[in-house]
């Protein structure tokens, strides 16, 4: 029972790189978030996709872009990474509408140099 | 924007109970109220969640007053693996978005 796999679990970055982090759920979920988490602070929604073949922003899109590829998988590009992105991301899926638990990967850590 | 107010921290003795409360005064008619808690730096984990009436189960029991414009989550028996963040959240079952607040940093003291 996998539930959200997110993947890497950890990577640093220089200054000015790309990267993808890649999210997967295997409980057929509609729903799917992506969250940056700083150091001491709360969980901030930066881009969500209610189906697939749909995202909208969330509190803090700046800088990132998604990708809903399919209804199991949803990623997060950082196309020039910055310090300021250095961060926790969660990735998270739940069901709409009636059952609207969210179900949380386990986060990637990312550090931004 | 967070619709929820909660403390930023609580402590509790191990093995009393632990009452963590949430203002959300302007909560609608639609909307439910959600506690997540979060242990050290782990992925949120869902605890409850309720519309008008109290609810319990296995993990805590969730107190909403008459006027919803509040509500209490309750751990019956806290033991030092409940030291976490509580969020208190609000949406409808048709709410896309989750958003979190600050929540509450829950101190389970030995």
């Known amino acids: 029972n996998a539930g959200v796999t997110q993947t890497p679990k950890f990577q640093v970055l220089k200054t000015g790189q790309s990267m993808t982090l890649q999210c997967a759920q295997d409980m057929n979920h509609n729903s799917m978030y992506w969250y940056r988490q700083d150091p001491g602070m709360g969980l901030r929604l930066i881009y969500y996709?209610?189906?697939?073949?749909?995202?909208d922003k969330g509190e803090v899109p700046n800088g990132y872009n998604v990708s809903r590829l399919n209804k199991r998988e949803f990623s997060l590009r950082l196309e020039s990474a910055a310090p300021s992105q250095t961060s926790v991301y969660f990735c998270a899926s739940s069901d709409q509408p009636m059952n609207t638990e969210a179900f949380f990967g386990q986060g990637t850590r990312l550090t931004v140099v | 924007d967070a619709k929820t107010t909660q403390p930023p921290s609580m402590d509790c003795a191990e093995g009393r109970a632990a009452n963590l409360p949430c203002n959300h005064s302007t909560i609608s008619g639609n909307e439910y109220v959600y506690w997540y808690r979060q242990i050290h730096s782990q992925g949120p984990q869902y605890i409850i969640h309720?519309?008008?009436n109290n609810e319990t189960n296995e993990m805590a029991s969730l107190i909403i007053t008459e006027d919803r414009k509040s509500s209490t989550l309750i751990l019956p028996h806290a033991t030092l693996r409940d030291t976490a963040v509580y969020y208190c959240?609000?949406?409808?079952?048709?709410?896309?978005?989750?958003?979190f607040g600050k929540g509450t940093r829950l101190h389970i003291l030995p």
């Open positions: 309720g519309l008008k």
């Open positions: 959240i609000v949406r409808t079952n048709r709410d896309d978005k989750i958003i």
């Open positions: 996709s209610a189906s697939e073949g749909t995202t």
